[in-house]
T-cell receptor
Framework: RKEVEQDPGPFNVPEGATVAFNCTYSNSASQSFFWYRQDCRKEPKLLMSVYSSGNEDGRFTAQLNRASQYISLLIRDSKLSDSATYLCVGASGSARQLTFGSGTQLTVLP | EAQVTQNPRYLITVTGKKLTVTCSQNMNHEYMSWYRQDPGLGLRQIYYSMNVEVTDKGDVPEGYKVSRKEKRNFPLILESPSPNQTSLYFC?????????????FGPGTRLTVT
């Protein structure tokens, strides 16, 4: 079983829609979680960190449930520019190990 | 401009011919790492380095070597490449003295081994 699992999609949604991605992790030692965004054939870039209390950055809301080992990302009012692959990432240890999910592909349609 | 650079960006080579992919960062980061990305498998860590002369294996180190003689450079060496090393490779770096785990990635190197 992979340490970080995501629904690969693809998710095809119209502009303006709200879309939610989920992610589960199996390593209870994971200390921190993140969502990275990766555009086609480009490098991953940090989208946002995920906190147990939930956090929001504009149209993006991330949530962590440690009891269920579950992470979510909600995107409101989707834009064409949100089309990308979203990577769920867990981090653990002093060695700063990042464990990546295989990504969820989102396409926002006009 | 703060960045991680990789060279070459694209490489087609033949089985057994040694190659090196260079990685350099100008952000004075202590931590550097190499990943490979394959369809359906996500990014998997090959090797990482916490500082100069300190390197350690990641999840998929077989067939790869690294060195960290200078803080800014972290080359990835394939002594005898094989077709199963055909992949998209990313170098990344980050600070270690903070609570931030954010890693900055290079643009990627697409390697094909025939």
């Amino acid at each position: 079983r992979k340490e970080v699992e995501q629904d690969p999609g693809p998710f095809n949604v119209p502009e303006g829609a709200t879309v939610a991605f989920n992610c589960t992790y199996s390593n209870s030692a994971s200390q921190s979680f993140f969502w990275y965004r990766q555009d086609c054939r480009k490098e991953p870039k940090l989208l946002m960190s995920v906190y147990s209390s939930g956090n929001e950055d504009g149209r993006f809301t991330a949530q962590l449930n440690r009891a269920s080992q579950y992470i979510s990302l909600l995107i409101r009012d989707s834009k064409l520019s949100d089309s990308a692959t979203y990577l769920c990432v867990g981090a653990s240890g002093s060695a700063r190990q990042l464990t990546f999910g295989s990504g969820t592909q989102l396409t926002v349609l006009p | 401009e703060a960045q991680v650079t990789q060279n070459p960006r694209y490489l087609i080579t033949v089985t057994g011919k040694k190659l090196t992919v260079t990685c350099s960062q100008n952000m004075n980061h202590e931590y550097m790492s190499w990943y490979r990305q394959d369809p359906g498998l996500g990014l998997r860590q090959i090797y990482y380095s916490m500082n100069v002369e300190v390197t350690d294996k990641g999840d998929v180190p077989e067939g790869y070597k690294v060195s960290r003689k200078e803080k800014r450079n972290f080359p990835l060496i394939l002594e005898s490449p094989s077709p199963n090393q055909t992949s998209l490779y990313f170098c990344a770096s980050s600070l270690t003295g903070t609570s931030s785990y954010e890693q900055y990635f290079g643009p990627g190197t697409r390697l094909t081994v025939t």
